[in-house]
């Protein structure tokens, strides 16, 4: 997906994000991130590194859907701390592409 190809669903589209968080991929992130969210820019903080994704839920957000929710938490670390990060993010699939709307942190 970070070559071009489409998610199929909402919850591969989470994973390719996160694939990209890990990867340091921000212009990944700004492509699948909705224009009516989209930041300008991204800076990913090179010291955190991004080891790990469980996904925790799914509503909707199938192939044959036009929006889905993926709850999810991500385990990151740096030389000095280690944490996660537990969030609810809300997708949409337009022209048969998902996007990243944007998320709830629990």
Known sequence: MHAGAAAPTAERLMRSRFSAFALGLPAYLLETWHPSTRPATLELDPAQRWTRLDILSTRAGGPFDASGTVAFRAWWRTDDER????????????????????????
């Open 83 to 106: 944490g996660t990060l537990e969030e609810t993010s809300d997708f949409v699939r337009e022209h048969g592409r998902w996007s990243y709307v944007d998320g709830t942190v629990a």
